[in-house]
């Protein structure tokens, strides 16, 4: 690795990773900027938790059932023009609720299925992007290409939520008009992305053969199957991020700008450790890092429920983004190191669901707990059911906390 890291010490100086750099960070901004839009439509359309809750579990079942198609995709189709196809109908979906919101006839019934509509292209998109990355970068920057493209999500998580805030005071079809025109902008970069290896395409099954095959090889693989377990328990009970306009409004008295500042606090702390991690990868005892990490997200989940001060919520939620992205860059580079290249597809479209899972599916549960315990109790008990996550994954998953890396 210290050679590899002399002749070539950054993925910035591979030209394919620009591009795809470049359309991670407009796709992440439309992503992020789709989401504060669309949680406030609806939140002024309705004023109910539920109704937050129901955004992401639109947003979620796509990818529950079209995660084995897409997996499928992304091992036997260009992986490029998968996710470029997946990147304009996102734009054209979210152009749709801009037309919907100046005709003056918009419900939350339409607003739930164009969210379905971008969560089934998201669908596609995420397996394809993933798996690309290691056919841009020699195999020894791997870490650091995923810290620098985490950053690139992070700038735009960053960036975007406020952004959005500015833009909703412009009025809902604005905003929704902005956030489709950088869908365009991530899709014009992808189109200009050359990866170095095409999707392989060893032989002909069917995409549900496929996937149970990727299924087989992530329970097969103890190290895989607690990594994204983790994820996806830790998060699906100690996520917030839905709550965000109950929480600006209702504990906090901000309106939209803070709502953005708020959306944008986890970027900011998840960015700063992007940068970090770029030039020092994790190295040593880094499943037992990736735990720790948990935890203090979910004790920073727990701080949260009892914060009655914006400065003090933006400092909370500024630790949780920079906990969030050490369990993030370990998470896919052993995901992604881990797992064949014909393979690499399936395993991250399992992933996805796992991802998919801990936040829209998380966002869902967090609004059915706000809606029965009340926001405070939800908020809290979310990051108890984190804290509880990591001690069991400790003590079931000794292949976690043995994990090595770096070195």
């Known amino acids: 690795m210290a050679e590899a890291d002399a002749a070539s010490p950054s993925p910035w100086r591979q030209p394919p990773f620009r591009h795809y750099w470049l359309a991670r960070l407009c796709t992440a901004a439309g992503f992020q900027m789709q989401a504060v839009v669309v949680g406030w439509h609806v939140y002024q359309l309705t004023g109910a938790a539920l109704d937050l809750g129901?955004?992401?579990?639109?947003?979620?079942?796509?990818?529950?059932?079209?995660?084995?198609?897409?997996?499928?995709a992304a091992d036997h189709y260009p992986r490029r023009a998968v996710a470029l196809l997946a990147q304009s109908v996102q734009g054209a979906a979210v152009l749709g609720l801009a037309l919907l919101s100046l005709s003056g006839h918009d419900s939350r019934q339409a607003v739930f299925v164009l969210a379905a509509l971008c969560g089934a292209?998201?669908?596609?998109?995420?397996?394809?992007?993933q798996?690309?990355?290691?056919?841009?970068?020699?195999?020894?920057?791997?870490?650091?290409?995923?810290?620098?493209?985490?950053?690139?999500?992070?700038?735009?998580?960053?960036?975007?939520?406020?952004?959005?805030?500015?833009?909703?005071?412009?009025?809902?079809?604005?905003?929704?008009?902005?956030?489709?025109?950088?869908?365009?902008?991530?899709?014009?970069?992808?189109?200009?992305?050359?990866?170095?290896?095409?999707?392989?395409?060893?032989?002909?099954?069917?995409?549900?053969?496929?996937?149970?095959?990727?299924?087989?090889?992530?329970?097969?693989?103890?190290?895989?199957?607690?990594?994204?377990?983790?994820?996806?328990?830790?998060?699906?009970?100690?996520?917030?991020?839905?709550?965000?306009?109950?929480?600006?409004?209702?504990?906090l008295h901000t309106g939209t700008l803070g709502?953005?500042?708020?959306?944008?606090?986890?970027?900011?702390?998840?960015?700063?450790?992007?940068?970090?991690?770029?030039?020092?990868?994790?190295?040593?005892?880094?499943?037992?890092?990736?735990?720790?990490?948990?935890?203090?997200?979910?004790?920073?989940?727990?701080?949260?429920?009892?914060?009655r001060w914006l400065w003090l919520s933006l400092l909370l939620l500024l630790g949780l983004g920079a906990a969030d992205m050490v369990s993030v860059v370990i998470r896919q580079t052993m995901v992604q190191l881990g797992t064949p290249d014909a393979m690499r597809g399936r395993v991250s479209a399992l992933n996805a669901i796992f991802i998919g899972a801990s936040n829209q599916l998380g966002e869902f549960e967090s609004g059915i707990t706000a809606a029965w315990f009340g926001l405070v109790p939800s908020i809290a008990l979310g990051g108890l059911g984190t804290l509880l996550v990591v001690a069991l994954w400790w003590r079931l998953f000794p292949e976690l906390t043995a994990a090595r890396g770096g070195e």
Request: hydrophobic letters at 60%; a positive charge.
């Open 259 to 307: 709502l953005g500042l708020l959306r944008s606090a986890p970027a900011a702390g998840a960015l700063l450790m992007s940068v970090w991690l770029g030039r020092h990868a994790p190295r040593g005892a880094v499943g037992r890092q990736m735990l720790i990490a948990v935890a203090v997200f979910g004790l920073l989940t727990v701080a949260l429920a009892a914060s």
């Open 54 to 72: 129901l955004v992401g579990l639109f947003t979620f079942l796509p990818r529950l059932l079209l995660t084995p198609l897409a997996g499928h």
């Open 131 to 251: 798996a690309l990355l290691p056919g841009i970068v020699p195999g020894a920057l791997f870490p650091r290409a995923v810290a620098a493209s985490a950053s690139a999500v992070q700038a735009a998580t960053l960036a975007a939520p406020a952004i959005a805030g500015v833009v909703l005071g412009l009025g809902t079809t604005t905003a929704y008009v902005a956030t489709g025109l950088l869908y365009v902008a991530a899709a014009l970069a992808m189109s200009r992305l050359r990866a170095q290896a095409a999707a392989p395409v060893a032989h002909r099954e069917g995409f549900v053969e496929a996937f149970l095959a990727g299924v087989r090889f992530v329970r097969q693989q103890r190290l895989l199957l607690g990594v994204m377990s983790l994820d996806l328990f830790a998060v699906l009970l100690g996520g917030a991020t839905a709550l965000l306009p109950m929480i600006a409004d209702r504990l």
């Open 121 to 129: 292209a998201r669908t596609f998109e995420m397996p394809a992007t």
